[in-house]
T-cell receptor, first 109, second 116 residues
Framework: GQNIDQPTEMTATEGAIVQINCTYQTSGFNGLFWYQQHAGEAPTFLSYNVLDGLEEKGRFSSFLSRSKGYSYLLLKELQMKDSASYLCAVRDSNYQLIWGAGTKLIIKP | DGGITQSPKYLFRKEGQNVTLSCEQNLNHDAMYWYRQDPGQGLRLIYYSQIVNDFQKGDIAEGYSVSREKKESFPLTVTSAQKNPTAFYLC???????????????FGPGTRLTVL
């Protein structure tokens, strides 16, 4: 079957750096997405990786290794507003998005 | 102001009643999607549509129905056949079809349905 694994919850300190990992086993691969979702709200797009390597976008970076079925989202200079769930999603061979359950990130002052 | 709207934000229904959730987008997107989100689980695809008057079942289509008569609108009906309908429902759209190279999905604010 298809599977996306992410840690359920992580805690970090304001101003620090945190890395949220995502491992996947899917039938085919056509890109990996990271979304941010605040409680009770809609997910919003953060990043997209289709080739191996690091994509940087301001305080957020996302890394992909297709051979390892692995990605991470790196958040720098954490702010209280970064407290949210972070969803990893992989587009499979049928171009359907397979979603992880999300990682709830708690930021402490 | 382009975006996706879903209404209402909260919806309560009695068991055995059908209910229709609305989703409207003015982004001129071709593809639209309905997801269900339950605590501790990833988003699960109910139905999707890549063009007007055409739609396909997702992973959990049983007990749901949709229509796509206009590009802007993709309403979802939760029927009485859906065994556990209480959930958070999210509508999304994307510019190209599912196989477009860069297929970022934009989400509406969601409807939280509670069946009593």
């Amino acid at each position: 079957g298809q599977n996306i694994d992410q840690p359920t919850e992580m805690t970090a300190t304001e101003g620090a750096i945190v890395q949220i990992n995502c491992t996947y086993q899917t039938s085919g691969f056509n890109g990996l997405f990271w979304y941010q979702q605040h409680a009770g709200e809609a997910p919003t797009f953060l990043s997209y990786n289709v080739l191996d390597g690091l994509e940087e976008k301001g305080r957020f970076s996302s890394f992909l290794s297709r051979s390892k079925g692995y990605s991470y989202l790196l958040l720098k200079e954490l702010q209280m507003k970064d407290s949210a769930s972070y969803l990893c999603a992989v587009r499979d061979s049928n171009y359907q998005l397979i979603w992880g359950a999300g990682t709830k990130l708690i930021i402490k002052p | 102001d382009g975006g996706i709207t879903q209404s209402p934000k909260y919806l309560f229904r009695k068991e055995g009643q059908n209910v229709t959730l609305s989703c409207e987008q003015n982004l001129n997107h071709d593809a639209m999607y309905w997801y269900r989100q339950d605590p501790g689980q990833g988003l699960r695809l109910i139905y999707y549509s890549q063009i007007v008057n055409d739609f396909q079942k997702g992973d959990i289509a049983e007990g749901y129905s949709v229509s796509r008569e206009k590009k802007e609108s993709f309403p979802l009906t939760v029927t009485s056949a859906q065994k556990n309908p209480t959930a958070f429902y999210l509508c999304a759209s994307s510019m190209g079809g599912a196989s477009a190279p860069y297929n970022e999905q934009f989400f509406g604010p969601g409807t939280r349905l509670t069946v009593l």
